[in-house]
């Protein structure tokens, strides 16, 4: 006697339910057409004159097209030099937290020890503490041992600054991807009698690409793009950031008006984020829905 075979249930079109879904999906088309209009207007504006600007016709491009901007940008403002301190800023501070977050988390996730609650609940409330409230104490103490006057313990500064304020978030973020790593791996290792440590540099650690990447990719736009910090704690215009750089650079459009080499500026620092979103959005979402269960 042959079994029947039960075919897939195909799920009926629920009207109601998408047309509850209507006003969420009007407001995410608004605002992705908003974005594009504004992303495509700078770059317009990047190619044009500031004549072109003002007159409100950069689209036309009535005086042509100027490439030369962003070369203009990238020598003459400085660009360059911003570009490449939040480069080493960033790279080094992501770099510094995996190394120091990833082991952190690790043992914070697996391992049951004195005090492991404390330093949870301590991590969790120190993610909800303003920066404001801590950076003034943190600049005394700075400057009293004199460590902005060198360029670069100045430098060294800032990265320690990036590292400690990310610390908190990323740890938490990284417990949270090893508690859904299956034990069992860490079990067969032991097993054969591979030390923890080992384990988990070489079994662990790989199998959380997807959360390192994702963490690293958040902690690197935010350090980017960090503001705050930087105006503090950086007193030499060579050490300036883009966030920072692009600041003094609009306040000097009064005197050079040159708004068409500030939105090429804008396009230079908004492209290293914009193209790790594009490369490694598959390990966002990857990353988001949790680690590797088995």
């Known amino acids: 006697m042959k079994s029947k075979v039960k075919e897939p249930r195909v799920s009926s079109f629920n009207l109601k339910k998408e047309l509850s879904l209507v006003p969420g999906y009007l407001l995410l088309i608004a605002w992705v057409g908003f974005t594009a209009i504004v992303l495509v207007w700078v770059i317009a504006a990047s190619l044009g004159t500031p004549a072109d600007i003002f007159s409100g016709t950069v689209f036309e491009f009535n005086n042509g097209v100027h490439p030369e901007n962003y070369a203009r940008a990238w020598i003459s403002s400085n660009v360059s030099v911003y570009f490449m301190n939040s480069l080493v800023y960033a790279v080094t501070s992501c770099a510094l937290l995996i190394l120091i977050s990833a082991p952190y988390a690790y043992v914070l996730q697996r391992f049951k020890f004195p005090g492991c609650g404390a330093i949870k609940t301590a991590l969790s409330a120190s993610t909800g503490v303003p920066t404001i409230m801590v950076v003034i104490p943190l600049y005394m103490i700075v400057a009293q041992l004199g460590l902005l006057r060198d360029p670069t313990t100045n430098r060294i500064v800032l990265i320690v600054l990036f590292v400690a304020s990310k610390i908190p978030y990323t740890t938490i973020f990284l417990m949270a991807y090893f508690e859904n790593i299956s034990r069992s791996y860490e079990e067969a290792a032991a097993i054969d009698g591979c030390h923890p440590i080992k384990t988990f540099w070489r079994i662990v650690f790989p199998m959380a690409q997807g959360g390192l990447i994702t963490v690293t990719i958040f902690n690197f736009i935010n350090i980017w ?15 300036r950031p883009v966030a920072l750089g692009l600041f003094s650079m609009i306040n000097g459009m009064q005197y050079s008006g040159d708004w068409s080499g500030l939105f090429a500026s804008v396009i230079i620092v908004f492209l290293p984020t914009f193209i790790l979103y594009v490369l490694l959005s598959k390990y966002i979402v990857g990353g988001l829905t949790g680690g590797v269960k088995g």
Do not use: K, R
């Not at 793009?225 to 050490?239: A, G, I, K, R």
């Open 225 to 239: 793009n960090e503001y705050f910090l930087s105006l503090m704690f950086v007193n030499n215009d060579s050490l």
